[in-house]
């Protein structure tokens, strides 16, 4: 089946540590997204990936940094500068981030708790 | 500065009633606009779209109107169902720039469907 997988579906950090959230498509997808979910708020975007070897810093970007080594792959690090990282995290794809069709699918999503 | 705006954070409807969400936004650059659902501790799943250049687009239960002279835009489920309970997001794509394929989300509205 295609799809997007996040792992893990729960994650525990204590303060001061960097941590990766994974996020995986079979999709064929060329444009990866990350965003986070807090109580109340819509999804705000962090960073986004057109293309391989390529991201651009979405609203919320400080405090995480990210990679787009392959296509499938866009891993998400939440590093100790982000301030206040406990939030639900979602990853999204589409067929491209500017063609006709802008429908983003997205992942089951991450939850990360800062202890 | 919310650019796509929900203002009704929740929503009680009867079974078999029409459930009608609303969405407003500021920014004429917007090119599309998304709805999706979301179920607790889940991505959000595509439901329907529209493109600025049309006012309705339909699909089973489901219908968007678009008044761009207002900037605002609406989801109708006709007949609404309990299954339809569920936190609905409005989103609203970029045309144009750097920021091309960027999609800024309302903040939801919490859907509530009474059998």
């Known amino acids: 089946d295609g799809g997007i997988t996040q792992s893990p579906k729960y994650l525990f950090r204590k303060e001061g540590q960097n941590v990766t959230l994974s996020c995986e498509q079979n999709l064929n997808h060329d444009a990866m997204y990350w965003y986070r979910q807090d109580p109340g708020q819509g999804l705000r975007l962090i960073y986004y990936s057109q293309i391989v070897n390529d991201f651009q810093k979405g609203d919320i970007a400080e405090g995480y940094s990210v990679s787009r080594e392959k296509k499938e792959s866009f891993p998400l690090t939440v590093t100790s500068a982000q301030k206040n990282p406990t939030a639900f995290y979602l990853c999204a794809s589409s067929v491209t981030s500017g063609g006709r069709r802008a429908e983003q699918f997205f992942g089951p999503g991450t939850r990360l708790t800062v202890l | 500065d919310q650019q796509v705006k929900q203002n009704s954070p929740s929503l009680s409807v009867q079974e078999g009633r029409i459930s009608i969400l609303n969405c407003d936004y500021t920014?004429?650059?917007?090119?599309?606009f998304l709805w999706y659902k979301k179920y607790p501790a889940e991505g959000p799943t595509f439901l329907i779209s529209i493109s600025s250049i049309k006012d309705k687009n339909e699909d089973g239960r489901f219908t968007v109107f678009l008044n761009k002279s207002a900037k605002h835009l609406s989801l109708h489920i006709v007949p609404s169902q309990p299954g339809d309970s569920a936190v609905y997001f409005c989103a609203a794509r970029l045309r144009g720039g750097t920021s091309y394929g960027k999609l800024t989300f309302g903040q939801g509205t919490i859907l509530t469907v009474h059998p």
């Open positions: 920014n004429s650059m917007f090119d599309y």
